[in-house]
């Protein structure tokens, strides 16, 4: 697949039927919000219950256990402010950024202006892009917005090449209030998944490492087969 850097695309052949958006996908189609929202995921975690864990500490979390580097094509899904494009790009790797929100695209580009990012306007729950594509997927709470989660999980699963990388960030279920108002339609709609269950939704990859912290949930995959 050609690789432009800096380009604005619309990957989401006419075909394929548009998949439902959740509230808070909807949401992220807002300037309002796309303005915000690297304000709010700079403060996320530690509002989510992970106290002290800044993104400077997730990304280094995440580029320990996952080594990107020069060569590999990596796809980050609902990139939003571009947090995780940006380390790929700055860790070497040519990077596909997709998000269903043109607000957030614009703003993404704006703060990580690396011309080894593609910004792509795409809902990857139904990307039409070709079996084993990337080298490694990064999935930074997207999971928890989507409409279908096990749609995207074994989307992210075909398009990973054999060896490839599965870095999932997302909210766990803790069972709680707040998360039963949130996951009503009208509030959000989101989804609250059990590490065991995304497991599940992924049988042609295994899960390497795990760590929680607060609600928050990290999870590294490596897709089954011989490494291309």
């Known amino acids: 697949m050609p690789h432009a850097a800096q380009a604005k695309e619309n ?31 700079a403060r996320s975690l530690a509002l989510l219950g992970a106290r002290g864990f800044t993104l400077k500490r997730e990304a280094a979390l995440f580029t320990a ?23 790929l790009a700055r860790a070497g790797a040519r990077v596909t950024a997709a998000d269903l929100s043109p607000a957030m695209l614009a703003v993404a580009a704006r703060r990580e202006p690396d011309p080894a990012i593609t910004w792509v306007n795409l809902n990857v729950e139904a990307s039409g892009l070709p079996d084993a594509s990337f080298d490694g997927v990064t999935v930074g709470a997207t999971l928890n917005e989507t409409h279908d989660p096990a749609r995207l999980l074994a989307e992210l699963e075909r398009l990973l090449r054999p060896g490839g990388q599965l870095w999932l960030m997302y909210l766990r279920r803790t069972a709680g209030p707040v998360q039963d108002l949130l996951a009503r339609p009208a509030l959000g709609g989101l989804t609250f998944p059990d590490p065991a269950w995304v497991a599940r939704q992924l049988p042609g990859c295994v899960r390497t490492d795990g760590l929680g912290v607060g609600a928050v949930q990290f999870d590294r995959f490596v897709r089954s087969g011989r490494t291309l």
Do not use: E, M
């Open 11 to 41: 990957l989401n052949p006419d075909a394929h039927p548009a998949p439902t958006l959740s509230a808070a996908q909807r949401s992220n189609l807002s300037p309002v919000t796309a303005w915000g929202y690297a304000w709010w995921r």
């Open 65 to 87: 256990l996952c080594r990107p580097g020069a060569g590999q094509r990596w796809l980050d899904v609902g990139t939003s402010a571009g947090f995780y494009a940006g380390v």
